[in-house]
């Protein structure tokens, strides 16, 4: 997702849960890399409706469903076996996470197959810590906290955790074909990024194909950047009415951070390698997308595309797992549904979460040229740099920070039915009731000794950079209507809060 980013999708009324899944036993392990089939070629996944028109549809259509409790069985054993696994435990939410071992981890396998080395370590230096703390609600990491069968929510050295895939899980998709098609699929391309002039830079275009922003972005080279992000569940008016999430995507509402190069959406039209035009992007924050997660909760994820948008090619793109390489016993896992979670309206400071991706750049030892992802300041797992090209490898030319929503409903052509952000709006809101970025750096080769809230900004040549957000600087974004407008309402302690730095607030939909 980039701003301003489309895609086209079609409604489809899914038909009732497939009768296959009554039957079949709930299968131990799965979660995969393997790509959907029956795409029909025009990025749809396909629709149950096609499989029922007429005799010989009726026959397929009965063939297709006796064969998918194999096809199902088939593809979740091919990610790992109970041999395994060393330890398994649930989350504050109830997921079951699964701690293999690295090699066995289906990404770190894909990489291997591929050629891609990949290390299960940090980087050689970390970027400083973090400019200022944020409220974390420590019982959803993986810190050894027993859960409610007294097993250590922590996966041991070695070891890397994996949530579970199930047979429901695959059921509540609508089935295998339609299970796959949303891990690549429920993502929007963008619009070229202007590069000039330097510093934020603000769009007329608001809104495209369902799509709206609220969204600030530096188009400058940078190894990264960070935010600390209000977390809430704008699901209330998230439609869950999508064939009991039997579709890849109805509506979706998210925050994140964006760190990319290229200009090119589709690879039809794209370039690749080092000179070429194509997005590519590593993604990170919260979500609630019942399309990826098949659930109303806000949960973590991330996001990285080598080859554009349109995600029906090689390298365009995919949530949470692919490409994604965790480390040992990190202290969160993309798509983990997350907690802490504050209605807007009652008084109370909502929790934050800081999301934070990080390349040490071209003067780090090659095999460390990768796109670290921090979440709350720990080290989670990393994009290796050589699925990139270009400058992708070792840096990005722009960053941006900000919220996102779609809808595909055709009587909302503005968004206006979903939240983004707390679903209250940012004019003449603020604090306790208003989501907000804060904290908003770009991460920069350099030195020096200025200090935020008495931690220090630069440290192992690498220097936090705060976006000019605020203030007399002007602030820019994009807007379906007010209801996602961004503004600078006073955070607390003021205007342009000494631990704030650089921040606004956004959002809106109610």
């Given at each position: 997702?980039?701003?301003?980013?489309?895609?086209?999708?079609?409604?489809?009324?899914?038909?009732?849960?497939?009768?296959?899944?009554?039957?079949?036993?709930?299968?131990?392990?799965?979660?995969?890399?393997?790509?959907?089939?029956?795409?029909?070629?025009?990025?749809?996944?396909?629709?149950?409706?096609?499989?029922?028109?007429?005799?010989?549809?009726?026959?397929?259509?009965?063939?297709?469903?006796?064969?998918?409790?194999?096809?199902?069985?088939?593809?979740?054993?091919s990610l790992y076996g109970a041999a395994d696994v060393r330890h398994t435990f649930t989350t504050k939410f109830g997921e079951v996470v699964d701690c293999i071992d690295f090699q066995k981890?289906?990404?770190?396998?894909?990489?291997?197959?591929?050629?891609?080395?990949?290390?299960?370590?940090a980087p050689p230096f970390a970027p400083p810590t973090l400019?200022?703390?944020?409220?974390?609600?420590?019982?959803?990491?993986?810190?050894?906290?027993?859960?409610?069968?007294?097993?250590?929510?922590?996966c041991p050295a070695g070891t890397v955790p994996y949530l579970r895939e199930t047979v429901e899980n695959i059921g509540a998709a609508g089935g295998l074909d339609h299970y796959l098609w949303a891990k690549t699929h429920s993502k929007p391309s963008r619009s070229p990024v202007p590069t000039s002039p330097a510093g934020p830079v603000c769009t007329s275009n608001p809104t495209k194909n369902g799509y709206a922003w609220a969204v600030a972005n530096d188009s400058t080279s940078n190894l990264g950047g960070t935010t600390i992000a209000a977390v809430y569940n704008p699901g209330s008016t998230v439609n869950t009415n999508c064939g009991g999430f039997q579709q890849p995507s109805c509506e979706h509402s998210l925050a994140?951070?964006?760190?990319?190069?290229?200009?090119?959406?589709?690879?039809?039209?794209?370039?690749?390698?080092?000179?070429?035009?194509?997005?590519?992007?590593?993604?990170?924050?919260?979500?609630?997308?019942?399309?990826?997660?098949?659930?109303?909760?806000?949960?973590l994820f991330s996001f990285s595309t080598q080859n554009g948008y349109n995600l029906n090619t090689s390298g365009g793109g995919c949530y949470n797992t692919c490409s994604f390489i965790p480390v040992?016993?990190?202290?969160?896992?993309?798509?983990?549904?997350?907690?802490?979670?504050?209605?807007?309206?009652?008084?109370?400071?909502?929790?934050?979460?800081?999301f934070q991706v990080f390349n040490p750049g071209p003067?780090?030892?090659?095999?460390?040229?990768?796109?670290?992802?921090?979440?709350?300041?720990?080290?989670?797992g990393y994009y290796p740099g050589n699925i990139f090209f270009g400058n992708m490898t070792t840096h990005a030319t722009d960053f941006e920070v900000g919220g996102e929503v779609f809808s595909d409903y055709v009587n909302a052509p503005n968004n206006d039915d979903v939240q983004m952000g707390s679903g209250v709006s940012s004019l003449g809101n603020g604090f306790t009731n208003?989501?907000?970025?804060?904290?908003?750096?770009?991460?920069n080769a350099g030195s020096g000794s200025g200090t935020i809230c008495g931690t220090p900004l630069c440290g192992s040549g690498v220097c936090y950079t705060a976006m000019p957000l605020s203030g007399n600087t002007g602030i820019c974004g994009y807007q379906a209507s007010s209801f996602y407008a961004l503004s600078t309402t006073d955070a607390p302690g003021g205007t342009q809060s000494t631990c704030w730095a650089s921040y606004f607030y956004y959002g809106g939909g109610i």
């Open positions: 997702m980039n701003i301003p980013r489309s895609v086209i999708r079609s409604r489809r009324y899914l038909l009732a849960r497939p009768a296959w899944l009554a039957p079949v036993a709930l299968l131990a392990f799965g979660c995969g890399t393997a790509a959907p089939e029956g795409d029909n070629g025009t990025g749809a996944a396909p629709s149950n409706e096609s499989l029922v028109s007429g005799s010989s549809a009726s026959v397929q259509a009965a063939a297709t469903a006796a064969s998918e409790p194999q096809r199902v069985r088939a593809y979740l054993d981890h289906p990404a770190v396998r894909a990489a291997a197959k591929a050629g891609t080395p990949v290390l299960d370590e400019p200022s703390p944020p409220a974390i609600d420590d019982s959803v990491a993986f810190n050894g906290q027993l859960d409610e069968k007294g097993a250590p929510r922590a994140q951070v964006w760190a990319t190069t290229g200009t090119c959406e589709y690879p039809s039209n794209c370039t690749t390698g080092a000179s070429g035009n194509a997005v590519q992007s590593v993604e990170l924050g919260w979500h609630v997308d019942p399309g990826v997660e098949h659930d109303m909760k806000t949960h040992s016993s990190p202290s969160y896992v993309p798509g983990q549904a997350i907690a802490g979670v504050v209605g807007p309206f009652q008084g109370k400071a909502p929790l934050e979460y800081a003067t780090a030892p090659a095999q460390y040229q990768n796109w670290y992802v921090y979440v709350n300041g720990a080290l989670i208003v989501a907000y970025h804060r904290s908003i750096y770009t991460l």
